[in-house]
């Protein structure tokens, strides 16, 4: 009895430790894993652009920053649901994807407060210098724009498309992590937080109202309500409202680019993204909102964030790859 008991202890021992030991291996896997590295550089990257904007409002305003942390605080609760619905059903690959949706409502709550904190630096506005670079192109943004307005049906095709992208970035925004597809989702979150810390210092020390600005092409009444903000926020506004500050580079361009890549591996939306983005970028400058200048910088910046996100993404699926690979 001795001796059959203490094999059971024996093997009782082993066995525990080799459930341990299985516990850790399957721990390693359930927990952030190899998606670290994208949530280490998205606090990295957040954290300096949530800094500069807070402390940017702070000095030049004295508020704004309370609407972040509003924001943030009422919205991030709801978008950690799908993470932890992916968890219990120990989807552990969907919710890396799905814990990309808590940095996409942070970066939305920034944005504005981005934009209008890099107007009231008040630098020069760089209008002229746009558009001579057009004229260098060989582009007449403000003849386009005229002829476009010119022609009713073709004004219509081009403002809805322009407006394309509040129904495009959405779908780019939320869809990917929803619905699981991990690299995707991850790249867009990294992609746009690159272009936002790229981008921020640019079109801070380029501010400009638009190709209609001292133009033969009037504007139509967004444009020229989006002027009256710009002057008023460049002038040392606290109450102007806040109307498409960011002409360069074109986040319409940037936004239209990211989300088209981010919906490519959903195949039912593969065409569709790309088409509506298409749709996006050539309104830009048939609608008159953005000089071609803005257009080239944006597809620009676009590559530059994307090549970021696979540096910070694509190794991680290689490696994935290579540890499930039998030893």
């Not at 992916?86 to 920034?110: F, G, M, Q």
């Not at 060989?138 to 219509?156: N, Y």
Request: hydrophobic share 55%; aromatic share 10%; proline share 5%.
């Amino acid at each position: 009895m001795k001796i059959s008991s203490g094999k059971v202890l024996g093997c009782g021992t082993l066995g525990v430790f080799g459930i341990l030991r299985g516990e850790m291996r399957r721990a390693e896997w359930v927990g952030l894993g190899l998606s670290r590295r994208v949530h280490v550089f998205m606090a990295c990257v957040y954290g300096a652009l949530l800094s500069a904007t807070t402390w940017g409002l702070w000095t030049r305003s004295g508020s704004g920053w309370q609407g972040i942390a509003l924001t943030s605080a009422v919205i991030f609760p709801v978008v950690l649901l799908p993470a932890i619905i992916y968890n219990d059903l120990k989807s552990y690959e969907k919710r890396h994807a799905a814990l990309t949706l808590p940095w996409v409502v942070l970066l939305v709550a920034i944005i504005p407060s981005m934009a209008v904190l890099s107007v009231r630096f008040e630098f020069p506005l760089r209008d002229a210098l746009l558009a001579k670079m057009d004229r260098a192109l060989g582009f007449d943004v403000p003849a386009i724009a005229a002829w476009t307005a010119a022609h009713p049906h073709w004004r219509i095709l081009s403002d809805k498309s322009y407006d394309v992208l509040y129904l495009l970035l959405p779908m780019a925004m939320f869809l990917p992590g929803i619905l699981g597809k991990r690299e995707a989702a991850e790249q867009f979150i990294v992609a746009n937080a690159a272009a936002f810390l790229l981008s921020f210092p640019v079109f801070t020390l380029m501010p400009a109202i638009g190709p209609w600005a001292g133009s033969q092409f009037a504007g139509n009444a967004a444009q020229k309500a989006c002027e009256a903000s710009i002057i008023a926020l460049h002038s040392g506004s606290k109450t102007a409202a806040v109307v498409g500050v960011v002409s360069f580079p074109s986040f319409h361009v940037i936004w239209a680019v990211l989300s088209a890549r981010a919906l490519w591996p959903i195949r039912g939306l593969r065409i569709v993204g790309v088409a509506m983005a298409g749709l996006v970028v050539v309104s830009t400058v048939s609608t008159g909102w953005h000089y071609v200048a803005d257009v080239i910088a944006g597809f620009a910046m676009a590559a530059v964030a994307l090549g970021i996100a696979r540096l910070v993404v694509e190794p991680e699926r290689k490696k994935r790859t290579e540890a499930l690979q039998p030893k």
